[in-house]
């Protein structure tokens, strides 16, 4: 079946280390993006890429960092800069045709401080 | 600015119609989405509308007033599973960005 992966489910990060957060869809969706979402708070856009390797920031890319090497991947690295870091990180994707089209998201990684 | 706005909780009750609505005051929005979030869980589509008036899916329905920047998302014959929050998002043209709010908690009660 066709659909996104996120990888892993639950991750944990110490003190100054770097993660990277995987997401791989089989959809063929041009479009690819990166949300974090904060107990009792919507949504929030951190990256987003529209085509191979290009990708542009979203509302709160500080302390994140992305590439899109490939279409149907688009990892995502919170660095040591990211000082809060704990929340639950959701991947989307959509088609790239013309008109708005419905983003479909992989089922998350909950990321928490060690 | 782009800002939308939904109610922060409601409960309805099992069998009945619930409306659950959501305003923005934005430019640029060229769509207007619907999504269904259980506790824990990545959202799921639900429902979108680009032009004015109503989309009907089976139990679900959306309606969409671009003049008055007002959407409503119509929820028929409730079940208990449709206990979780929704989630109003605007679509932001060429780059196809979604705008959520901070979505609404629906509780079903028996």
């Known amino acids: 079946d066709g659909g996104i992966t996120q990888s892993p489910k639950y991750l944990f990060r110490k003190e100054g280390q770097n993660v990277t957060l995987s997401c791989e869809q089989n959809?063929?969706?041009?479009?690819m993006y990166w949300y974090r979402q904060d107990p009792g708070q919507g949504l929030r856009l951190i990256y987003y890429?529209?085509?191979?390797?290009?990708?542009q920031k979203g509302d709160i890319a500080e302390g994140y960092s992305v590439s899109r090497e490939k279409k149907e991947s688009f990892p995502l690295t919170v660095t040591s800069a990211q000082k809060n870091p704990t929340a639950f990180y959701l991947c989307?994707?959509?088609?790239?045709?013309?008109?708005?089209?419905?983003?479909?998201f992989g089922d998350g990684t909950r990321l928490s401080i060690l | 600015g782009q800002n939308i706005d939904q109610p922060t909780e409601m409960t309805a009750t099992e069998g009945a119609i619930v409306q659950i609505n959501c305003t923005y005051q934005?430019?640029?929005?060229?769509?207007l989405f619907w999504y269904q979030q259980h506790a824990g869980e990545a959202p799921t589509f639900l429902s979108y509308?680009?032009?004015?008036g109503l989309e009907e899916k089976g139990r679900f329905s959306s309606f969409l007033s671009r003049s008055k920047g007002y959407s409503y998302l119509l929820l028929k014959e409730l079940q208990m599973k449709d206990s979780a929050s929704y989630l109003c998002?605007?679509?932001?043209?060429?780059?196809?960005?979604?705008?959520f709010g901070t979505g609404t908690l629906l509780a079903v009660q028996p």
């Open positions: 509308n680009v032009l004015d």
């Open positions: 998002a605007g679509h932001g043209g060429a780059t196809n960005k979604l705008i």
């Open positions: 934005t430019s640029g929005f060229n769509g």
């Open positions: 959809l063929n969706h041009d479009a």
């Open positions: 890429s529209q085509i191979v390797n290009d990708f």
């Open positions: 989307a994707s959509s088609s790239g045709s013309d008109g708005p089209q419905p983003q479909h």
